[in-house]
């Protein structure tokens, strides 16, 4: 690999926008981590094409898919394949071409390097060795879904593929089935009816979540429910087709226990100010702010807060 790189390196170094052809500089010699549209080809921004281009090296998971995109933006770099099957042989060259001072970008097929793909060895390799590694953000899958789903948003659980076999599948929904967030999976149109089946199960059959199909592309669908129904919807179902992100909303909020509130109440009331102290207990509890305010001042009142 390394003697094809040192031929191709530094011709036609340039991107194509509306038929104009856009120079691309040099890049100094790091590991560029590139995110690529997830479908729309017009999802990819301008300092990808620049650092598409204007890379020495470019490793990507599939040439074929990779091509695709390089040739909207009439971009002549040569892709490289660097896969969970040849990484072994690939991840040195690469190494060396870094090692030699050329500049390495390296693409996923799809979404943002690293999230699910073999990426991740690649640039711990880089990074173990003492070079830089630069993220180029773009386009994700799994954010993408998520402000699409309609579903909270403030915090947010990426857990990737779930197991394949049902009960390991059920332990792991299990697992997170207490994360006071909105869970992210990736997973398989043959998978969706028997993964909604089980997190319905497992996690509540009234929690709500969102079925993300083909994001970006022609027949994007967001499909909003309970687990339940989105179960029965999948169920019948024969022939699901697409990439999917399933996002599952947070699990209903407990309600503190009476005692609990005034114990937290009054131990935040220890260190702080009493505005500052209802405002942190209305965090840790999900209860109004103000009807917490009210509630120390009576403690105080009492005698039973400083």
Do not use: W
């Amino acid at each position: 690999m390394n003697d094809e790189i040192s031929s191709d390196a530094g011709k036609g170094r340039s991107f194509r926008l509306h038929n104009v052809t856009v120079p691309a500089r040099p890049l100094e010699p790091m590991l560029y981590l590139v995110a690529t549209p997830i479908g729309n080809l017009g999802d990819i921004t301008l300092r990808a094409l620049e650092t598409l281009a204007g890379a020495d090296v470019l490793a990507c998971e599939d040439t074929r898919v990779t091509r695709v995109l390089l040739d909207r933006y009439g971009i002549k770099n040569r892709p490289y394949a660097y896969h969970e099957y040849n990484a072994d042989e690939a991840g040195p060259k690469l190494l060396a071409a870094l090692a030699g001072g050329r500049s390495v970008a390296l693409v996923s097929d799809a979404g943002t390097p690293l999230v699910s793909d073999p990426g991740y060895r690649l640039a711990l390799q880089a990074i173990d060795a003492g070079y830089r590694v630069v993220p180029i953000p773009g386009a994700s899958a799994p954010l993408a879904a998520l402000v699409g789903s309609g579903l909270p948003n403030d915090a947010f659980f990426f857990a990737g593929f779930l197991p394949v076999k049902d009960k390991a599948r059920r332990d792991r929904l299990a697992a997170l089935s207490a994360v006071p967030a909105t869970l992210l999976f990736f997973e398989s149109p043959h998978r969706i009816a028997a993964t909604l089946a089980a997190a319905a199960d497992v996690l509540g059959a009234d929690r709500k979540a969102s079925v993300c199909r083909e994001l970006t592309k022609t027949f994007e669908e967001f499909r909003r429910g309970t687990l339940a129904e989105l179960s029965v919807h999948y169920g019948d179902v024969d022939n699901v087709k697409g990439e999917i992100v399933l996002v599952i909303g947070p699990p209903p909020e407990m309600a503190t226990p009476e005692a609990d509130v005034e114990a937290i109440l009054l131990d935040l009331s220890q260190s702080m100010p009493t505005a500052k102290a209802a405002a942190e207990a209305a965090r840790i509890t999900g209860m109004p702010r103000r009807d917490l305010y009210q509630r120390l001042l009576s403690m105080k009142a009492r005698g039973d807060g400083r």
